[in-house]
């Protein structure tokens, strides 16, 4: 099996990008229980260190099934999760991004092209699941008349939020109820989960966040289950709608804390033993993280630009400091390595009416200082 992390953590940027991009998409195969093919995993390699291009890669994982003179149930899992691991792939590499309905469905298409005839289309029926962290039971997922609606209104409201208002904990809260949300609508026949993470991936960078790590590759099947339980509700048998779990997930990621993350914990009316340990490793491991760490400079900068977009020139303004380079040396790199800054044309660096701008996770640490 490739080390991939050995790429994301000591490769040069291209191959740590690649190395990011190739873990993730194989790690979210197995939210569906798919495992991709030894052969994949090389190609990957390949692919990683340059001596291949994805489009080579996409033809040779074609060309590796259809030499494939008998064809076991196996291998059409197996031709599943390659072919969607390296469509996520090159998502996961591309710098666009559309939030919009429109945009989630082509992630759908993307993803699944060649896989599902019915990639990219929102299902024209209702559906249910059987969820093992339920017993078998389902959670109620939208009528299919109202799907496309019930998109639209989410990301609306996730238009409108202002995240200047609320600090980290308000952040996260708030990312995991989005997110649960849109999930619950379940807008496609299958693939709803990789449709999820991958939209999601991408939202959070469009917002600033560095989300190149190992969570969606090593807890893609705690993520979904524990995107079940956001939405899983029996009044009669006690159970309720609990994100807790979704929560852990996104505090992990976003504000990297180390909370446990165990599938077991999440069944319903699972042996309180079990509950009573997590809860106690959860609370003692989110009390020792520390606020982010940023030096006075940042500190500074971030406590001027508030929920503001300046330009360069302003900003150094209302420091005070005139010597550009030590400003962008001292103040802006630190910021944006941080995560806590952005432009307004990230594509166009030079751009006449190129502004600054916090991103969500600045604005959380802006008002989490500002309220301390």
Do not use: C
Request: proline residues 3%.
């Amino acid at each position: 099996m490739i080390n991939f992390d050995e790429y994301i953590r000591q490769g040069e940027p291209q191959k740590r990008e690649k190395g990011y991009a190739w873990q993730t998409a194989i790690g979210l195969q197995a939210v569906d229980g798919l495992k991709p093919s030894d052969y994949l995993i090389e190609t990957a390699r390949k692919d990683i260190e340059g001596e291949i291009t994805i489009d080579e890669v996409e033809q040779l994982i074609k060309s590796y099934y259809q030499s494939k003179e008998i064809r076991t149930p196996g291998d059409s899992e197996m031709h599943e999760a390659d072919m969607a691991s390296a469509n996520i792939r090159r998502l996961l590499t591309e710098k666009t991004f559309a939030f919009t309905l429109v945009g989630l469905t082509s992630v759908h298409r993307r993803i699944f092209d060649g896989i599902f005839r019915f990639a990219g289309q929102i299902r024209n029926y209702n559906i249910t699941k059987k969820e093992w962290v339920l017993h078998g039971d389902t959670v109620l997922y939208v009528s299919a008349p109202d799907i496309r609606k019930a998109i639209e209104y989410d990301l609306e409201q996730e238009r409108l939020f202002n995240y200047s208002k609320v600090d980290r904990n308000g952040l996260v809260n708030h990312i995991a109820q989005f997110v649960s949300g849109l999930w619950q609508i379940h807008p496609f026949g299958e693939g709803n989960t990789r449709t999820t993470a991958v939209f999601t991936i991408l939202y959070l960078r469009s917002m600033g966040f560095d989300v190149t790590n190992d969570l969606f590759a090593n807890h893609s099947w705690y993520f979904r289950n524990a995107l079940v339980r956001a939405n899983y509700q029996n009044v009669k048998k006690g159970i309720m709608r609990n994100s807790e779990y979704l929560e852990r997930f996104f505090r992990n990621l976003l504000l990297g804390e180390t909370n446990e993350l165990k599938n077991r914990y999440m069944v319903v009316n699972a042996p309180e033993a079990l509950i009573d340990r997590q809860v106690t490793h959860e609370d003692r491991t989110s009390t020792e993280q520390p606020t982010v760490q940023v030096t006075e400079q940042v500190r500074t900068m971030l406590l001027t630009l508030s929920d503001e977009q300046l330009s360069l020139k302003m900003l150094m303004e209302r420091i005070g400091l005139k010597h550009r380079p030590t400003f962008l040396e001292n103040y802006i790199t630190p910021a944006f390595e941080a995560g806590i800054l952005k432009v307004l044309y990230p594509d166009k660096p030079n751009h006449p009416r190129q502004k600054y701008l916090l991103t969500a996770k600045g604005l959380a640490l802006y008002n989490e200082i500002k309220t301390n």
